[in-house]
């Protein structure tokens, strides 16, 4: 299966692509997460990324579209893949279109995880992130069982340096501008399917899964 995830920030991609691996053995692509190891790694990429990134704006297309494309290349992309945070304009995605069609794997399915504005908030302020495994959590809604360590790894959880929120209140204006007319992108191509992604999260993965099994 090859996914695209749309989604404003704090939706829930990344939390809803974690068990998707899981679930059906295929990679998450997240630009996210590319682009804060290189800033935690200190690359020259790191270093170019972390000024816009900081401001909640996006990175330039040049930077992220060449990530991208080095990481489709990968052989375990062959079996499909979990696109997260990209594409995030229609640039990006009419460029994603064109390098999929050469190497012979149409994206199959877009779907949009819908959350009201009002709930992101409190999402992306209360999230942490585990500095290990990238496991997410949130001190209001999912917490781990002992404060600041991953239930998974025992590894120490950490506040994203644009959940602040000025940095998101940014992100969320950059979303509504750039990234939502994804939405119509890919309705127009016939692909698009809408989850909603409010309530439990295991109920919410349910019904992704019964979107991703109809179409199999
Ligand atoms: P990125 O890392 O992609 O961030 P984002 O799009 O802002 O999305 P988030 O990761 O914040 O949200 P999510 O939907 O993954 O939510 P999560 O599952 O964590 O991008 C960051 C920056 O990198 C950008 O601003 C940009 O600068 C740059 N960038 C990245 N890609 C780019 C691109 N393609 N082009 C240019 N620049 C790019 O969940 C959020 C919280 O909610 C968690 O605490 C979680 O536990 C909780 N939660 C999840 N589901 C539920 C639920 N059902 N009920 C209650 N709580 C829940
Ligand atoms: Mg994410
Ligand atoms: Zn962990």
Not at 39 to 46: E, I
Request: glycine share 8%; hydrophobic share 35%.
């Amino acid at each position: 299966m090859r996914i695209v995830l749309l989604g404003a920030p704090g939706a829930g991609k990344g939390t809803q692509a974690k068990k998707l691996i899981e679930k059906y053995g295929i990679p998450q692509i997240s630009t996210g997460d590319i682009l804060r190891k290189a800033v935690a790694d200190g690359t020259p990429l790191g270093k170019e990324a972390k000024s816009y990134m900081d401001k909640g704006e996006l990175v330039p297309d040049s930077v992220v579209i060449g990530l991208v494309k080095e990481r489709l290349s990968q052989d375990d992309c062959k079996k499909g893949f979990i696109l997260d945070g990209f594409p995030r304009n229609t640039s990006q995605a009419e460029t994603l279109d064109q390098v999929l069609a050469e190497m012979n794997m149409p994206l199959q399915l877009a779907l949009s995880v819908d959350v009201d504005f009002d709930i992101l908030m409190k999402r992306l302020t209360g999230r942490r992130t585990c500095k290990q495994c990238n496991q997410m959590y949130n001190i209001y809604f999912s917490p781990p069982k002992k404060e600041g360590v991953c239930d998974k790894c025992g590894g120490e959880l950490y506040q994203r340096d644009d959940d602040k929120e000025e940095t998101i209140k940014k992100r969320l204006e950059v979303y509504e501008a750039q990234t939502a007319p994804l939405i119509d992108y890919y309705e127009k191509k016939g692909i698009l399917r809408r989850v909603n992604g409010e309530g439990d999260i295991e109920e919410i993965f349910a019904n992704i899964c019964k979107i991703i099994d109809e179409l199999k």
